[in-house]
Every structure is written in structure tokens, then in C-alpha cells.
């Protein structure tokens, strides 16, 4: 069982900068691929960023490319996603998730994972 708290969300003028940070408890936080995804008002939720167990593999969403970087600190039981030249699109709640996948090393879809936190505001002003 792992529970997951985002935190690190906001009001941010286009062009600024963010980070989300995720915490994670239990024990075996390390053995998750992890993951983020966004959802913007009368959208579905959609894949932002995903993580390896280990920090070595990292995938992203086309669009955010060069913008969004996806890390994870195992020692402190936390996933990170720093957002960068934040554009008015990307106004959303972010979620952080995490995926049980039995040897996989990264997970793309909303039903690869297991567990969800709560989410976090992300607003982006013009």
C-alpha cells in the first residue's frame, strides 16, 4: 500500500517556474515506476511525465518536452516534477501516481497505476 501527498502547486505567470513534489509512504516506495498526470477543467486526465524505479529512465508527454523534468530522491521517499516556461495551458491539477509493474520499467497509462494522491492546482496566469 503506498499514499501519496502532492504539494507545490500554485498561482504562476506565464514564463515562470514551478515544482510539485510527491511524498510517498511505506517501505517500498522504490520499487514504484511513478508517474504524473494532468487534468484541466472538461478535460480527461492526460500523461505529463514518468519515472523508472531507480531515476534512470524518464519519459514524457511530447508537448512537455524541454519544459518538464521528472525526478525522484528514494532516500526521502519523493517524486519531483519541475515545470519550466509554464504556459497558460498548463492549468490543471496535477496527480502523482504509482505503479506496481512487475518488471516494466515505466508505466504511460492511467491503468498501469495503482495508486493516486489527492492532486495539486497548477494555475498559470497570462
Known amino acids: 500500500q503506498v499514499q501519496l501527498v502532492e504539494s507545490g502547486g500554485g498561482l504562476v505567470q506565464a514564463g515562470g517556474s514551478l515544482r510539485l513534489s510527491c511524498a510517498a509512504s511505506?517501505?517500498?516506495?522504490?520499487?514504484?515506476?511513478m508517474g504524473w498526470f494532468r487534468q484541466a477543467p472538461g478535460k480527461e486526465r492526460e500523461f505529463v511525465a514518468t519515472?523508472?524505479?531507480?531515476?534512470?529512465?524518464?519519459y514524457y508527454a511530447d508537448t512537455l518536452k524541454g519544459r518538464f523534468t521528472i525526478s525522484r530522491d528514494n532516500a526521502k521517499n519523493t517524486v519531483y516534477l519541475q515545470m519550466n516556461s509554464l504556459k497558460p495551458e498548463d492549468t490543471a491539477v496535477y496527480y502523482c501516481?504509482?505503479?506496481?509493474?512487475?518488471?516494466?520499467?515505466?508505466?504511460?497509462?492511467?491503468?498501469?497505476?495503482?495508486?493516486w494522491g489527492q492532486g495539486t492546482q497548477v494555475t498559470v496566469s497570462s
Open positions: 519515472i523508472s524505479w531507480s531515476g534512470g529512465r524518464t
Open positions: 511505506g517501505r517500498t516506495f522504490s520499487s514504484y515506476v
Open positions: 501516481c504509482a505503479a506496481d509493474t512487475r518488471g516494466a520499467a515505466l508505466a504511460y497509462t492511467l491503468h498501469e497505476y495503482d495508486y
